[in-house]
């Protein structure tokens, strides 16, 4: 636990304060946070690690690898595998025995006329698409990465704020009980102080339960069991939408893709050219001696437009799905980038808002602190103020955590990965 600037202006001056700073400076040590904060990941290793456990990485090997056979086919001189032929025929009767004809050969697919070099140009469009869509899953899971980030964030600072607002209700507890005996104050102030910190323990665990919650999904998304380290905060850009961002990519890379498929299609109309090579041995029989021959063949399939309009039709329509698509994701990713932005400005404005009337009531409860032990303002007037004090510091703190949120979703928005 950290010390926190708004516990000095609350109780100036008093033992209250000099007891609790004490506590909080005794709980964490310097050498351990700076030795905490040199074992933390950065947020890019978080990435990272969340990336090798997900599902989407699994899918993006597959693809590339489906990719990378697609273009060893297209590389391959032979349109598809070869195949083997034998047959062999015996004469029956008496006047054909001892006749046999045996045949063996080989059916070589070929290409047709650029099919080839299009089938090759199909199979790399096939493989900057997989690329492309694994940078496009990256940046999914890095903005998986930035929530939980900001949640958890957002969480320990709820909690720090509750554990120290219960440490002080407990010191000015224990200040009220002797002055009770003393003959200061009356009984009941000392059961409203220690309900007041029964109330304060409850919420810390209340906090510290969320917050052990959150620190369980973290784990659960990138296997780490602690958070990256502290980085400075982002600031908003303030160009439009580039080019290079990854769904825009990813969206380009499939219009490519389809429009290659659609290549493709078009020079195959039907099966390719086959060429066949055989070897044929004939025994007449009758001490005739044997005759060997060789036989070349060529296949050649007449492909319709009729019978290739349904694969082009097919192309046609998924080249129109991928342009309508690309429009929608510009389209998308700017609002979304619009809307990062004002964001990031109204949760500044908030934040500004905030830590001035945090610094407000801090100094209100000052006052009524030093009225309190100056006897001039009674026990539940300061715990008000102690209350709305460390409420409106609870407040300013989530509300730095959304600021810091708001500006990972504007980057997030803008395609940046860690």
Same mark, same amino acid.
């Given at each position: 636990?950290?010390?926190?600037?708004?516990?000095?202006?609350?109780?100036?001056?008093?033992?209250?304060?000099?007891?609790?700073?004490?506590?909080?400076?005794?709980?964490?040590?310097?050498?351990?946070?700076?030795?905490?904060?040199?074992?933390?990941?950065?947020?890019?290793?978080?990435?990272?690690?969340?990336?090798?456990?997900?599902?989407?990485?699994?899918?993006?090997?597959?693809?590339?690898?489906?990719?990378?056979?697609?273009?060893?086919?297209?590389?391959?001189?032979?349109?598809?595998?070869?195949?083997?032929?034998?047959?062999?025929?015996?004469?029956?009767?008496?006047?054909?025995?001892?006749?046999?004809?045996?045949?063996?050969?080989?059916?070589?697919?070929?290409?047709?006329?650029?099919?080839?070099?299009?089938?090759?140009?199909?199979?790399?469009?096939?493989?900057?698409?997989?690329?492309?869509?694994?940078?496009?899953?990256?940046?999914?899971?890095?903005?998986?990465?930035?929530?939980?980030?900001?949640?958890?964030?957002?969480?320990?600072?709820?909690?720090?704020?509750?554990?120290?607002?219960?440490?002080?209700?407990?010191?000015?507890?224990?200040?009220?009980?002797?002055?009770?005996?003393?003959?200061?104050?009356?009984?009941?102030?000392?059961?409203?102080?220690?309900?007041?910190?029964?109330?304060?323990?409850?919420?810390?665990?209340?906090?510290?339960?969320?917050?052990?919650?959150?620190?369980?999904?973290?784990?659960?998304?990138?296997?780490?069991?602690?958070?990256?380290?502290?980085?400075?905060?982002?600031?908003?850009?303030?160009?439009?939408?580039?080019?290079?961002?990854?769904?825009?990519?990813?969206?380009?890379?499939?219009?490519?893709?389809?429009?290659?498929?659609?290549?493709?299609?078009?020079?195959?109309?039907?099966?390719?050219?086959?060429?066949?090579?055989?070897?044929?041995?004939?025994?007449?029989?009758?001490?005739?001696?044997?005759?060997?021959?060789?036989?070349?063949?060529?296949?050649?399939?007449?492909?319709?437009?009729?019978?290739?309009?349904?694969?082009?039709?097919?192309?046609?329509?998924?080249?129109?799905?991928?342009?309508?698509?690309?429009?929608?994701?510009?389209?998308?990713?700017?609002?979304?980038? &619009? +809307?990062?932005?004002?964001?990031?400005? /109204? !949760? %500044? @404005?908030? =934040?500004?808002?905030?830590? *001035?009337? #945090?610094? $407000?009531?801090?100094?209100?409860?000052?006052?009524?602190?030093?009225?309190?032990?100056?006897?001039?303002?009674?026990?539940? &007037? +300061?715990?008000?103020?102690?209350?709305? /004090? !460390? %409420? @409106?510091? =609870?407040?300013?703190?989530? *509300?730095? #955590?959304? $600021?810091?949120?708001?500006?990972?979703?504007?980057?997030?928005?803008?395609?940046?990965?860690?």
């Amino acid at each position: 636990m950290k010390s926190h600037p708004w516990l000095v202006p609350w109780l100036a001056g008093s033992a209250l304060a000099a007891s609790a700073l004490g506590c909080v400076a005794q709980a964490q040590p310097a050498s351990t946070t700076a030795a905490s904060a040199a074992t933390r990941p950065t947020l890019a290793q978080a990435v990272e690690a969340a990336w090798q456990r997900s599902v989407e990485a699994t899918q993006a090997q597959g693809r590339q690898r489906q990719a990378r056979a697609d273009q060893a086919v297209a590389g391959s001189w032979l349109a598809a595998p070869p195949a083997l032929q034998l047959s062999q025929r015996e004469g029956r009767g008496n006047a054909a025995d001892g006749q046999r004809e045996t045949e063996v050969g080989i059916a070589l697919p070929l290409w047709r006329l650029g099919a080839r070099a299009t089938a090759g140009q199909a199979a790399q469009a096939e493989l900057d698409w997989s690329a492309a869509a694994e940078q496009a899953a990256r940046l999914h899971v890095a903005g998986q990465v930035r929530e939980a980030l900001g949640q958890w964030t957002a969480l320990e600072a709820e909690q720090r704020l509750a554990a120290l607002q219960g440490e002080l209700l407990g010191r000015l507890a224990e200040d009220v009980d002797r002055r009770v005996q003393a003959g200061d104050l009356a009984p009941a102030d000392a059961m409203a102080a220690r309900a007041e910190w029964l109330a304060s323990q409850a919420l810390a665990a209340d906090a510290q339960q969320k917050l052990r919650a959150q620190q369980a999904q973290w784990q659960l998304l990138t296997g780490l069991a602690v958070s990256p380290q502290a980085r400075p905060a982002a600031t908003a850009a303030t160009f439009d939408l580039s080019a290079a961002h990854p769904e825009l990519q990813l969206a380009a890379r499939a219009v490519e893709r389809a429009q290659r498929k659609l290549a493709l299609a078009q020079a195959q109309r039907g099966d390719g050219p086959e060429l066949g090579v055989n070897l044929r041995q004939e025994r007449p029989g009758q001490g005739n001696p044997t005759q060997n021959s060789v036989g070349v063949a060529l296949r050649l399939p007449f492909g319709t437009q009729a019978h290739a309009q349904p694969r082009i039709a097919a192309a046609l329509s998924e080249v129109d799905l991928a342009l309508t698509q690309q429009q929608r994701t510009r389209d998308r990713l700017a609002a979304e980038l &619009e +809307l990062a932005r004002s964001q990031v400005q /109204a !949760a %500044q @404005a908030q =934040a500004n808002l905030e830590a *001035q009337r #945090a610094a $407000l009531l801090r100094q209100r409860a000052a006052h009524i602190d030093k009225a309190f032990r100056a006897g001039e303002s009674p026990l539940p &007037e +300061l715990l008000r103020a102690l209350g709305a /004090a !460390a %409420q @409106a510091e =609870a407040a300013s703190e989530r *509300q730095h #955590a959304q $600021l810091h949120l708001a500006q990972a979703r504007l980057q997030q928005a803008q395609g940046f990965l860690p």
